[in-house]
């Protein structure tokens, strides 16, 4: 049966371009409720994760001015950017295999949009303004005094979320210490912090009280490339229409839908569900509860918008285990073990080896040759460290170090200066290969190589 056509423009948009506002209505259900569980449950995770402390280190903290993450009480440093690329690419195949089998599964579930849209915003509007058609209504009406304190108590409200939700995000790359710490002080004093958190409030703050549904429509490019990763035997909300057409009146139609259009007041994009799968559909199973309420209603079988695939609706055999599904699946599985194998091995305790600037050598007393070498030290280890370096590789080479041995605190980067003296005799080509190693506790830790220079003979 042939599908009516979808409006080749954004059901947000009239034929001039202008905004189409819409008025989602409020619907319980099987999957409303469970998307609520998951929704308050992510919003508890974002609100408490800065607030988490392990061992003494925040549970997860980006700190990009010092130049190091902590994630679950770990710190990484700009030397562990592999495992980052690990976690993105990751993501992304995570996000293609999730895709493949159960279309937009993210989008409807998990997306912060989503979230904070329907379970944050919407709520508040519903509580103040009222449902559909009192809020279709009240925006009808005339600016009355009503009208007005409605709106002033909604949108202070709305500041007032969208400001505790940009500070929570500053904490993600402050600790919330210094977060509280700078609320209470004039903006001035940190600027960065606050242009940072105002920017990101603001961004907020007209997303979720204005642009709304068409970052979804317009903005997101998952939508765009989500018919790259689906096919007929992706899971997705898909309405019956063999079983739903012709549509009708109750007990005229003869099909089961009676065209009531409740699956268009509930879609937070506005689309017919009806008119098949479409970019702006997110899979919020909205339409799926209203119609399966409608349904019982009219003593017909749930069902008629539900999760299936073209395949089930041609009456064809459905394929979870496909190519595709293959393929995403065993790259997460060949990049899990490659992460989880490195982490493994991740050197605790790791240094550098920087040739001071200037003169590569210098000759001293008794022809021996002298190189100024600086080493970075970076200590990811959650304990102290008391070093010792030693040298390797070269007859009678000889290490001054300011001090031996030296502190390297937990979680610290440091620089320490040293000398390798050799004999002049010893080198005669005017290079020589050493390796420098550090010891904690007699214990090595960490070795690495590099040349010392000086006259050719």
């Known amino acids: 049966m042939k599908l009516p056509r979808a409006l080749s423009r954004p059901v947000t948009m009239d034929a001039s371009g202008q905004r189409n506002w819409l008025y989602p209505q409020k619907v319980t259900g099987y999957f409303s409720k469970r998307r609520e569980w998951v929704s308050w449950a992510l919003l508890l995770f974002y609100l408490a994760v800065p607030w988490v402390r392990i061992d003494g280190l925040p549970a997860l903290k980006l700190d990009i001015v010092e130049q190091h993450f902590i994630i679950w009480g770990t710190t990484y440093w700009p030397q562990d950017v592999k495992y980052l690329v690990f976690v993105l690419i990751g993501a992304a195949i995570l996000l293609f295999f999730v895709t493949s089998l159960a279309g937009r599964l993210w989008c409807g579930w998990a997306c912060p949009q989503t979230v904070f849209l329907e379970f944050v915003f919407h709520r508040i509007e519903n509580l103040i303004e009222g449902d559909r058609n009192k809020r279709i209504a009240l925006d009808k009406g005339p600016w009355n005094a009503v009208k007005i304190g409605k709106k002033l108590l909604k949108h202070a409200i709305f500041l007032a979320v969208g400001f505790v939700i940009a500070n929570t995000f500053l904490a993600y790359f402050k600790s919330t210490e210094e977060v509280l710490e700078w609320i209470g002080r004039p903006p001035y004093e940190n600027w960065g912090a606050f242009l940072f958190m105002l920017a990101n409030f603001v961004v907020f703050y007209l997303n979720f009280a204005w642009f709304r549904e068409q970052f979804c429509t317009i903005l997101c490019p998952y939508a765009r490339f989500q018919s790259a990763l689906v096919d007929k035997h992706t899971l997705q909300v898909t309405y019956d229409y063999n079983r739903g057409e012709p549509r009708g009146k109750v007990k005229k139609a003869e099909g089961d839908c009676i065209d009531c259009k409740a699956c268009i007041r509930v879609c937070p994009t506005g689309i017919d569900i009806r008119n098949g799968v479409q970019l702006e559909c997110i899979g919020c199973t909205n339409c799926i509860d209203a119609c399966d309420n409608i349904m019982e209603r ?160």
């Open 298 to 457: 009219i003593n017909k079988p749930k069902g008629l918008i539900r999760y299936s695939s073209e395949a089930q609706m041609e009456d064809q055999q459905q394929r979870l285990i496909r190519p595709r599904v293959v393929i995403y699946a065993s790259f997460l599985v060949i990049l899990s073990i490659g992460f989880f194998w490195s982490l493994a091995v991740r050197p605790l305790v790791e240094f550098t080896i920087i040739r001071a600037p200037g003169e590569p050598y210098t000759l001293l007393e008794g022809k021996t040759v002298s190189n100024h070498l600086s080493l970075r030290l970076l200590n990811k280890d959650q304990v102290d460290h008391n070093i010792t370096v030693k040298v390797s590789g070269a007859e009678d080479a000889r290490l001054i170090v300011p001090v031996q041995p030296f502190p390297l605190p937990a979680n610290s980067l440091k620089r320490m200066e040293l000398f390798v003296n050799i004999p002049q005799a010893n080198m005669p080509s005017g290079k020589q290969a050493i390796t420098l190693l550090l010891f904690s506790d007699d214990r090595e830790i960490a070795e690495s190589s590099t040349f010392i220079l000086g006259p050719i003979l």
